[in-house]
């Protein structure tokens, strides 16, 4: 069957299994949007109020459902909008194709109306990119695109089809739904070496990334520290991969993890990485973490083996098929003095949680906490970026994988609507968006999305009228030198969601809190809520810069 270019794009999307597309129109992809008009009973188009927002959205259908999200944009500032989102895909390896239109091929290099290089801007933030010069190629284009996408460690592979190439026409065949290619396995003598190191230790330690959601190992990671009775903690993007409710669990590590758990991956004699890259954010000082411990590292890409830290074992391959190969070969152990210890450690956590939150008033941790008493294990909960992320990665108790949708690498501020609404899609579930109100400013103007689809999003707006983060390091390494972190003609956010036709809940006290949080949670589609909390809250535990797991600030002192 000869169809166009356009066609042929729209086509292929389908057969490989996409149902939404999010994107914004423009002059050099019309004709793609001619070929969705068509095909509208076969895949649905969600319009975003800007490209960047189409591309978080993407970024959020990817994250919750495990599929390739899909996003399109025009050529020339349609296309740059787009990087922001693609980067941020990248650096928390989420599948996701991207597909810009650009000036016919005569016009390509000489600085057409709207002619930007995108594949060139994009190559630092792509796994792969395409320019299809030729109809011939486009169908298999797009399907090798989806493969790159998904397969080994995934991320964002962009295509960009010039306008003669939508106009023209090919003959088109519909060809199967791509297959991940195929990983090369563990090498079972690395495991077996694994497997010895683990009867060996006393002391051993778990700690997941963001790659164990990816194979879907929650499972076999749990299996693992039952049988090597070992604690469990994980960095930001590995959060939900273990149950909450897992008594092995103890939370995040890092920078703003939970206490329990960063010391005791610093006192630990074998430390377990699975899925992750030690991050900066979440190593502090690389020339103090882990001198007193065995490091092994379990990762599909192993380039990333040794990039940041020097361990002593490294294997590369599938995480779950990894895990299951070793499991046969370990016989269950007992560490009781690691246990006990691991027990002075938590409840001294809890002694610190004593002095330092209170049950009382209306802060960030009575607010998730009641939050949560209205949600359920399979709702997404989407954050932006700041000190509410970390908040909900401290205080949120997630029991279902994929329900912790956050900008971990790039830490993109506005990532939080887009991602809200395309989680809702993909699930089918209400999404709660924890944003502040300096990340909410960023991409507000989704609020018109949200709007018009009517999409079961209940935004939390934790308002403290600063840049919390950054106001935190100024307060504690810039001797309180406040600049331009208070953000003054904010909007009345009731009056902004009343202008959008969307609900909205004023909060200010507890009393309010649980008069209004109920009926938040029980609205249909969209609902606003601005929740009023003190600028000199801070997230604690704290590493200071540069600092190790011997320097984490637990508590402020008193002026």
Not at 173 to 186: A, L, N, Y
Request: net charge negative; glycine share 10%; with cysteine.
């Amino acid at each position: 069957m000869k169809l166009s270019g356009a066609q042929i794009t729209i086509e292929t999307l389908i057969e490989q299994g996409t149902k939404f597309v999010f994107g914004y129109p423009g002059g050099q992809v019309i004709n793609l949007y001619d070929a969705i008009y068509e095909a509208d009973d076969r895949i649905h188009h969600v319009l975003t109020a800007h490209e960047q927002g189409a591309s978080h959205a993407a970024d959020g259908y990817a994250r919750s459902s495990g599929g390739v999200g899909v996003v399109i944009a025009t050529s020339g500032p349609g296309a740059t909008n787009l990087v922001t989102g693609i980067a941020t895909a990248y650096l928390d390896s989420v599948p996701l194709v991207a597909i810009t239109g650009n000036v016919p091929n005569s016009l390509i290099g000489r600085d057409s109306f709207q002619e930007v290089d995108i594949t060139g801007i994009t190559i630092p933030v792509t796994k792969h990119n395409f320019f299809v010069k030729r109809i011939e190629d486009l169908a298999d284009t797009i399907r090798h695109a989806f493969q790159i996408a998904k397969s080994g460690r995934p991320g964002p592979v962009l295509i960009d089809i010039p306008k003669d190439v939508q106009i023209a026409e090919y003959e088109y065949t519909k060809m199967p739904v791509v297959e991940k290619e195929e990983q090369r396995k563990p090498k079972t003598h690395k495991l077996e070496k694994l497997s010895k190191m683990i009867k060996e230790s006393q002391r051993p330690f778990i700690y997941v990334g963001g790659g164990a959601l990816v194979a879907d190992a929650t499972q076999e990671i749990e299996q693992l520290a039952n049988v090597m009775d070992a604690p469990i903690g994980s960095t930001l993007m590995g959060l939900s991969s273990v149950y909450h409710n897992n008594p092995r669990f103890l939370g995040m590590v890092g920078m703003h993890g939970h206490y329990a758990s960063s010391k005791s991956l610093s006192e630990a004699d074998l430390l377990i990485v699975i899925g992750a890259r030690f991050s900066d954010r979440a190593t502090g000082d690389v020339n103090k973490y882990g001198n007193r411990t065995k490091i092994v590292h379990i990762d599909i890409d192993r380039a990333e083996v040794d990039k940041n830290i020097i361990v002593d074992l490294g294997i590369g391959g599938d995480v779950k098929e990894a895990l299951q190969e070793l499991l046969p070969m370990l016989e269950t152990k007992s560490n009781v003095e690691w246990q006990k210890r691991i027990e002075a450690l938590k409840q001294e956590e809890s002694q610190q949680f004593e002095r330092t939150v209170s049950l009382d008033t209306l802060n960030p941790y009575t607010l998730i906490t009641e939050v949560q008493k209205y949600t359920t294990p399979d709702m997404p909960i989407a954050t932006d970026v700041g000190q509410h992320q970390m908040w909900v990665a401290q205080y949120y108790q997630f029991n279902k994988p994929r329900t912790f949708i956050t900008s971990g690498g790039l830490g993109t501020m506005g990532f939080g609507m887009g991602a809200a609404i395309g989680s809702a899609l993909a699930t089918g579930k209400k999404t709660v968006l924890f944003t502040g109100d300096g990340s909410f400013g960023m991409n507000m103007n989704e609020l018109s999305t949200l709007s018009k689809l009517q999409a079961p999003v209940v935004i939390i707006i934790m308002n403290n009228g600063v840049l919390g983060m950054v106001r935190q390091w100024q307060n504690l390494f810039f001797d309180k030198h406040f600049s331009q972190t208070n953000l003054s003609g904010m909007p009345d956010y009731q009056k902004l969601a009343d202008a959008f036709g969307i609900p909205s809940y004023h909060i200010t006290n507890m009393d309010e809190l649980h008069k209004n949080i109920e009926k938040a949670m029980h609205t249909n589609g969209p609902v606003l809520v601005d929740c009023l909390i003190d600028k000199d809250e801070m997230v604690l535990p704290m590493l200071p810069p540069g600092g190790s797991f011997d320097d984490i600030i637990t508590e402020m002192e008193e002026n």
